[in-house]
């Protein structure tokens, strides 16, 4: 089991109360305490992320720089997961020109990956910039399987702004479907790499509910078929 560095997750739960500056101290004392010690994996201790947002009102050019070294240290580490959040949180405090690139390429990576919340974030977000229904809606249905009760509210409101229809049904259930199934089975058999403009949903949802990213369906499936016979 991993935990998370319980600091940094203060950190959060202060900057989500609205009190950044508290949230500041915290985590420049994350920053003095890990990087002497080389830890420098975002996937694990997202610091940097967290500081950039509570920091962007008042010195956007520190974190923009702050959001570029996370997005950096994440690429080095190669999660998809890891790098795809690393890209949302860059986009929201990029200047507006640079964001919708950062949010395109952070939709492709987590909608290979099992990152269910942070896909509805970054779809949120580069729905609601470029008013793309599709993306919206896909917002939506990916943020009521995961819960987000608050997240299928923004997006919802954006959705219907833009005179879209909510998409109907309950949250699709854990289990995987046959055709999430199929899915999966041709990525692992193809080399090619998902669109960046237009992501397999299908298979996005079979990586969240396998709990794998592209590099590993093919086990996954394999322990998925052994738990099925």
């Not at 560095?5 to 920053?31: C, I, N, P």
């Not at 395109?104 to 470029?130: C, D, F, I, Q, W």
Request: proline share 6%; net charge negative.
């Amino acid at each position: 089991m991993v935990f998370p560095d319980s600091q940094t997750v203060y950190a959060e739960l202060l900057l989500a109360r609205g009190e950044a500056r508290a949230a500041v101290a915290e985590l420049e004392a994350v920053d003095r305490r890990l990087t002497p010690r080389g830890i420098q994996n975002p996937a694990w201790c997202p610091w940097q992320l967290h500081l950039a947002r509570a920091v962007a009102a008042d010195d956007p050019q520190r974190a923009r720089a702050l959001a570029a070294d996370a997005v950096r240290r994440a690429r080095a580490f190669g999660a998809p997961s890891a790098i795809g959040q690393a890209l949302r949180v860059a986009a929201e405090v990029a200047a507006p020109q640079d964001r919708t690139e950062l949010l395109r390429e952070a939709v492709t990576l987590l909608s290979a990956s099992p990152a269910g919340y942070e896909l509805a974030r970054a779809l949120n977000a580069l729905g609601y910039g470029l008013r793309d229904a599709d993306l919206l809606t896909a917002a939506v249905v990916t943020a009521r399987e995961c819960g987000a009760d608050a997240l299928v509210e923004e997006a919802t409101e954006s959705l219907l702004g833009l005179g879209g229809a909510l998409p109907c049904g309950s949250p699709r259930v854990d289990w995987v479907t046959e055709e999430e199934i199929r899915a999966a089975d041709r990525a692992v058999r193809s080399e090619k790499e998902p669109e960046p403009v237009s992501p397999d949903w299908v298979l996005s949802a079979a990586c969240r509910k396998l709990g794998t990213d592209r590099s590993g369906l093919r086990a996954a499936l394999e322990s998925f078929a052994r738990s099925s016979t």
